[in-house]
């Protein structure tokens, strides 16, 4: 396995991941990263907006149902920003998650369908690593099946071949994650989950995350909170900012990586421009408004 410490520059107030043998920190303050679902078509303009605009890190799945991820690797191409600028994440989508363009022999062993999902992700990205790879959700929503622990243990053959810098899963359950942490050889680096309001903002498995170092990804921030938008528009006029920023603010001071996937050029500019602070006092108010 290659040790070796690399610097990737966020542009984000001297925000810096730092690699250290094959793992992530995220130093000073955690950053945002530019999430790509559901943008079809416009996903390789907005990809670009985006990379222009400032941001970093980009978010994406072999899943074309959701996610076009050849767009997202035209974007960056024609950005001109160099590879060890970027943090790329992608994900493994099991079969039961895709439409008609599955991206791998889905009658394979599953060993074999990651690895055939993981090298179209290198052709769609053009790209030959991958900073973050995720297994996109497990394959049941109770404990975690055989299937599961075959497509991880071949994820832990790509990061241990050095195509992979770090592991990672998305939409878990605490019971799954603990789980995970446990068995995995790897352990993953990110969970990443749908973040709701009313569960205190996953706070159960942002615990686990706080007390093994793992990186916790919020996604749906806004669009599965919509109602705390109205409740704190004091707080935004106190602050001159938009409730959107409170939002994404409050996620980092808790310790949510956030995800966002704006498609306005204005926002894309506000989501990076959070050079303030929320009091204890604030962050109290939202976490209490359920």
């Known amino acids: 396995m290659k040790i070796y410490v690399k610097i990737l520059s966020m542009d984000l107030k001297g925000t810096k991941i730092y690699k250290l043998d094959n793992s992530i920190q995220i130093m000073q303050h955690p950053s945002i990263i530019y999430g790509t679902a559901w943008k079809e078509e416009a996903t390789e303009n907005l990809v670009l907006t985006a990379l222009k605009t400032g941001f970093r890190a980009i978010d994406t799945a072999n899943q074309r149902k959701h996610y076009n991820e050849t767009a997202v ?14 943090f790329l994440q992608t994900k493994f989508t099991y079969v039961g998650g895709q439409d008609h363009r599955v991206p791998y022999n889905p009658h394979a062993d599953y060993a074999t369908q990651v690895r055939q999902s993981f090298q179209s992700s290198l052709q769609h990205l053009q790209t030959n690593y991958i900073d973050s790879y995720l297994l996109h959700g497990p394959s049941t929503g109770i404990g975690l099946t055989s299937a599961d622990w075959q497509v991880w243990q071949e994820m832990e053959a790509l990061h241990k071949e050095g195509k992979v810098t770090s592991l990672g899963i998305s939409n878990i359950n605490v019971d799954q994650l603990q789980q995970l942490y446990q068995r995995a050889a790897v352990k993953p680096t990110f969970v990443q989950n749908r973040c709701y309001a009313q569960l205190g903002w996953d706070k159960e498995i942002r615990q686990f995350c706080t007390q093994k170092s793992l990186i916790y990804q919020g996604f749906s921030l806004l669009t599965a909170n919509a109602f705390v938008l109205p409740q704190i528009q004091h707080l935004a006029a106190k602050l001159h900012t938009t409730s959107t920023q409170i939002i994404f603010k409050f996620a980092m001071q808790i310790g949510i990586l956030p995800l966002t996937g704006t498609t306005d050029p204005t926002h894309m500019k506000e989501d990076l421009a959070l050079d303030f602070n929320l009091t204890d006092e604030d962050i109290k108010f939202i976490e209490n408004i359920t």
């Open 73 to 86: 690797g035209n974007a960056i191409i024609k950005s001109g920003i160099h590879r060890n600028q970027l």
